[in-house]
T-cell receptor
Framework: EDQVTQSPEALRLQEGESSSLNCSYT??????LFWYRQDPGKGPEFLFTLYSAGEEKEKERLKATLTKKESFLHITAPKPEDSATYLC????????????FGKGTLLTVNP | GAGVSQSPSNKVTEKGKDVELRCDPI?????LYWYRQSLGQGLEFLIYFQGNSAPDKSGLPSDRFSAERTGGSVSTLTIQRTQQEDSAVYLC?????????FGAGSRLTVL
């Protein structure tokens, strides 16, 4: 059974204080690992897809990395508008978009 | 439409009543997914449509849950005889360009 565990459950940062969110996974043949951002009352918003160990992707203050067992979402010099829940999901080989999601990390960035 | 549209955005119902949740997908997208997000839980896959057919219904939690899709477009998720444990946000999504795009969801509260 595919599993995704995200840590920490919640993270409070001061503006400008860099940190990382963790996503540990087990999956039968990883086809893709996804990061989403979710604001209160809204649906998840796509951030990144990673396909193979060693891959990295960046967007503004966010950088996602992937190993064979986990992914990290690094947040550099965060701003209050980065406050959201960050979700990680895995797609197994041959499973189309039947993704397995973690429970998310609630990030709060204080000014 | 340009995005995935869901209605109602909020629904409060009494235990034992039936509810219908609607999804208007991105125009022209043949695949459609329903997920459920319960408090404190990760998103859970419910059902997948390809056109009007549902090749994977494995995530539907009980026979009180059903879904249909007509004309390869609008989909309706029906929950019969609602229970309190059905309270959750129900999300619809379309895959495209290797990304699953979600609607804002329908929040169901069963009293």
């Amino acid at each position: 059974e595919d599993q995704v565990t995200q840590s920490p459950e919640a993270l409070r940062l001061q503006e400008g204080e860099s940190s990382s969110l963790n996503c540990s996974y087990t999956v039968s043949g990883l086809r893709g690992l996804f990061w989403y951002r979710q604001d209160p009352g809204k649906g998840p918003e796509f951030l990144f897809t990673l396909y193979s160990a060693g891959e990295e992707k960046e967007k503004e203050r966010l950088k996602a990395t992937l190993t064979k067992k986990e992914s990290f979402l690094h947040i550099t010099a965060p701003k209050p508008e980065d406050s959201a829940t960050y979700l990680c999901a895995v797609q197994a080989g041959g499973s189309n978009y039947k993704l397995t999601f973690g429970k998310g990390t609630l990030l709060t960035v204080n000014p | 439409g340009a995005g995935v549209s869901q209605s109602p955005s909020n629904k409060v119902t009494e235990k034992g009543k039936d509810v219908e949740l609607r999804c208007d997908p991105i125009s022209g997208h043949t695949a459609l997914y329903w997920y459920r997000q319960s408090l404190g839980q990760g998103l859970e896959f419910l059902i997948y449509f390809q056109g009007n057919s549902a090749p994977d219904k494995s995530g539907l939690p009980s026979d009180r849950f059903s879904a249909e899709r007509t004309g390869g477009s609008v989909s309706t998720l029906t929950i019969q005889r609602t229970q309190q444990e059905d309270s959750a946000v129900y999300l619809c999504a379309n895959p495209g360009a290797n990304v699953l795009t979600f609607g804002a969801g329908s929040r169901l509260t069963v009293l």
